[in-house]
């Protein structure tokens, strides 16, 4: 799978939106970034993948550039709640490709 | 509808012991993985069952590790003999009927100290 790297932190104020950036310049065609995160003491929580076009759920936004090396996360509109670490990873098909595994991740704090 | 639930949520024991972690997937998920994340450590990918294929142990330490999975829902992991530096917590995700673009979905998972 193809490599990841993310800012160790990032702040954002209650009510703005939270962009998340990613790299994965070296991400091949048939692999899908997929957004994670994980509240303190809790067990990883899906946000969102996508494979080229943006996505959208209740959650978020993804948003991948045309050549796919990058992408953001965006929380639109940031709560306490969402304090978190947030891992972005990327994923290929076929294999082994279902044991996932975590970069350091972005410790994202949501501060009042 | 219900995610994936683990129990306990925490367990302590004394080095030498046996210890039984539970899993219970969601409902219909055919793919079950179990991992491990040691404090400030990343994700460890211990196990994997898919259906009624043969699991993928590839990721267990040791062999006083071992798991199950019967009737093709709940899994169990059991850890014999526990030492030190099995306390970590252990996680359980499922996901659906093929592994490899299926979104795994996390429990809560187990927080195992070992004294």
């Known amino acids: 799978d193809a490599k990841t790297t993310q800012p160790p932190s990032m702040d954002c104020a209650e009510g703005r939106a939270a962009n998340l950036p990613c790299n994965h310049s070296?991400?091949?065609?048939?692999?899908?970034v997929y957004w994670y995160r994980q509240i303190h003491s809790q067990g990883p929580q899906y946000i969102i993948h996508?494979?080229?076009n943006n996505e959208t759920n209740e959650m978020a936004s993804l948003i991948i550039t045309e050549d796919r090396k990058s992408s953001t996360l965006i929380l639109p509109h940031a709560t306490l709640r969402d304090t978190a670490v947030y891992y972005c990873?990327?994923?290929?098909?076929?294999?082994?490709?279902?044991?996932?595994?975590f970069g350091k991740g972005t410790l994202l704090t949501v501060n009042p | 509808g219900a995610g994936v639930s683990q129990s306990p949520s925490n367990k302590v024991t004394e080095k030498g012991k046996d210890v039984e972690l539970r899993c219970d997937p969601i409902?219909?998920?055919?793919?079950l993985y179990w991992y491990r994340q040691s404090l400030g450590q990343g994700l460890e990918f211990l196990i994997y069952?898919?259906?009624?294929?043969?699991?993928?142990k590839s990721g267990l330490p040791s062999d006083r590790f071992s798991a199950e999975r019967t009737g093709g829902s709940v899994s169990t992991l059991t850890i014999q003999r526990t030492q030190q530096e099995d306390s970590a917590v252990y996680l359980c995700?499922?996901?659906?009927?093929?592994?490899?673009?299926?979104?795994?979905?996390f429990g809560p998972g187990t927080r195992l100290l070992v004294l």
């Open positions: 995700a499922s996901s659906g009927r093929t592994a490899t673009q299926e979104t795994q979905y």
């Open positions: 070296t991400i091949s065609g048939n692999e899908y």
């Open positions: 996508g494979l080229k």
């Open positions: 990873i990327v994923r290929g098909s076929g294999g082994s490709n279902y044991k996932l595994t």
């Open positions: 409902s219909g998920h055919t793919a």
């Open positions: 069952f898919q259906g009624n294929s043969a699991p993928d």
